[in-house]
């Protein structure tokens, strides 16, 4: 038996259309959508708002250029892009940034840009250096020249070279200082460090004045021999015949004959014998004595005794040890009793004459003690002292003379011959500043003195004489104080040129306000 099957009609049918299918999906895509938003606005806990809508301002900011932000829309003054609105999160970041200098850290903005003081890129303050600063700071527009980057103004104007003057905005404020031209400033130790500034300490130390001249040698005055004759005659011969020869003392020089010599050694011999007749001893030691003055020696009378012959030639000896530094006569000269035949100098102590300049005056006192060297023989040292000021000055070099008195043992200082000397004064245990932190204007002298917390503040100080690296401390600090002893000019440069700002903002607060040119905002150094 066969089973019939029975097919419906395919125009009976009903064939899904693919607009019956997406009529049963388009619920769970509004429900899809609908819960992508509930969480967008739940993530973000609060609805879309403007930032104008809650009381902010609208900053825009270029895409390319983050750092540009501007409170109005506009161009990117670097690619030349359209400006386009921040959002609420970026205008809140960009409002906590700040930059400064790293050279003149009063220099603050809320942009990036140029120092207007060395034209330097400023650079992000740290949240630490933001935080230190407790009392917000006091903001001011100034302008500035685009070619003369020190001439700064208050007001919107030319510069010196008719070139409109740029804004930028200022710090101002702070400690003031007894400085008249500076003011107290704060560098954080990164800014210490790019600068290599070191500071010092005010202490007690034993100074002594260290004054350097030049010295001329010259042979000792009081040392200096005259060879003479106290008769007349005639030079037989010369055992010293060359100028600067050395002789030692008692060494024979020369031969004389005289007339008068002879018959004074004949009249002591017939004294000798008449001796023991009345009137003979006293004859006897008159010619005797007469001998002596002419600087015969005793043993040359005892010779004559002993012989019993009157000499034709007596000799002369020398009086001291010496070179023979002047020599004016030669064999078979006549002599006359007042005649000098040879002068002998005594090198074994010298003098040094130098020159004392006024500012060196009231240290320089005779026993001031010495050293004497030779730049053309390093390493040999004379030392000396100083035994004679000269009461005048010299008109033409302002200058007084001094006399030195240096041992010379061995010889080797001649006269004539240049050195150096240093003369030391001791003047005890006092309290000294480094030299290095010593500032000098025209109105006196001043320090940076370390404050603490970074501060650098300008202190008016008294000094004395200088030693060697150390300048006598005579008011204005106190011992213990830290002092700037390297970078201080830098330091200056920044102090200057924040009391300059402040100065004129207090002008231009009280209505009288004027440019402010480089000469101005330059401390004299």
């Known amino acids: 038996m066969e089973t019939q099957s029975f097919q419906e009609p395919a125009s009976n049918r009903t064939i899904p259309t693919a607009h019956s299918r997406r009529g049963r999906r388009w619920p769970w895509a509004v429900i899809a959508l609908m819960l992508v938003v509930a969480a967008f606005f739940v993530g973000r806990g609060t609805g879309p708002t403007d930032p104008s809508d809650a009381g902010g301002t609208q900053q825009y900011h270029c895409p390319m250029h983050p750092t540009v932000i501007s409170d109005q829309p506009g161009d990117c003054p ?113 800014v210490r460090q790019l600068m290599g500034l070191k500071v010092g300490t005010v202490e007690k130390r034993t100074l002594a004045r260290d004054m350097r001249t030049s010295a001329l040698i010259a042979a000792d005055e009081t040392r200096l021999h005259q060879v003479t004759v106290k008769v007349e005659g005639w030079i037989g011969k010369l055992f010293v015949a060359v100028t600067g020869q050395e002789v030692k003392k008692g060494d024979p020089l020369l031969t004389l004959y005289s007339p008068e010599l002879v018959s004074t050694q004949e009249e002591y011999l017939i004294a000798l014998k008449a001796k023991d007749t009345p009137g003979g001893e006293a004859l006897l030691a008159a010619t005797k004595r007469r001998l002596q003055l002419w600087d015969i020696s005793d ?123 240093r003369l030391f004064y001791e003047r005890g245990e006092k309290l000294a500043v480094p030299a290095s932190a010593v500032m000098f204007s025209g109105k006196g002298t001043y320090a940076f003195k370390d404050g603490g917390e970074g501060r650098l503040i300008p202190t008016a100080i008294k000094i004395g004489a200088r030693s060697d690296d150390w300048y006598e401390l005579l008011d204005g600090l106190q011992e213990g104080d830290r002092i700037v002893v390297s970078a201080n000019f830098l330091v200056d440069s920044e102090s200057s040129m924040k009391a300059a700002i402040d100065a004129m903002l207090i002008s231009n607060d009280s209505g009288s306000a004027a440019p402010v040119s480089s000469e101005q905002t330059g401390h004299q150094q």
């Not at 670097?78 to 940034?97: H, N, Q, R, S």
């Not at 050279?103 to 400023?122: A, F, K, R, W, Y």
């Not at 240290?363 to 003690?369: A, D, R």
């Open 78 to 190: 670097i690619c030349g892009m359209k400006l386009v609105p921040m959002k609420t999160e970026a205008i809140t970041t960009a409002k906590a940034a700040k930059y400064h200098c790293p050279m003149h850290p009063t220099v603050i903005s809320d942009q990036p840009g140029e120092c207007p003081v060395c034209m330097m890129d400023l650079v992000p303050m740290d949240e630490d250096l933001q935080a230190s600063r407790a009392e917000p700071p006091k903001k001011k527009i100034m302008y500035r020249s685009t070619m003369t980057p020190g001439e700064v103004s208050d007001k919107p104007g030319k510069d010196a070279m008719g070139m409109e003057m740029v804004p930028f905005e200022v710090t101002v404020g702070g400690e003031s200082s007894a400085v008249s031209g500076l003011a107290a400033v704060s560098i954080t130790p990164e």
């Open 299 to 421: 043993t040359q009378i005892h010779d004559l005794e002993k012989t019993g012959m009157a000499q034709q030639y007596m000799t002369l000896y020398a009086p001291a040890s010496g070179i023979m530094t002047d020599k004016q006569v030669v064999a078979g000269h006549k002599v006359m009793p007042d005649e000098s035949l040879m002068t002998i100098a005594d090198l074994s102590v010298v003098w040094g004459d130098a020159d004392i300049y006024q500012s060196d005056l009231p240290y320089v006192k005779v026993g001031t003690s010495l050293e004497l060297s030779l730049p053309y023989w390093p390493g040999l040292m004379f030392e000396g002292k100083v035994i004679y000021v000269s009461p005048t000055l010299d008109p033409e070099s302002r200058s007084m003379r001094a006399r030195l008195e240096i041992p010379n043992p061995d010889g080797l200082l001649k006269p004539g011959m240049y050195g150096d000397a």
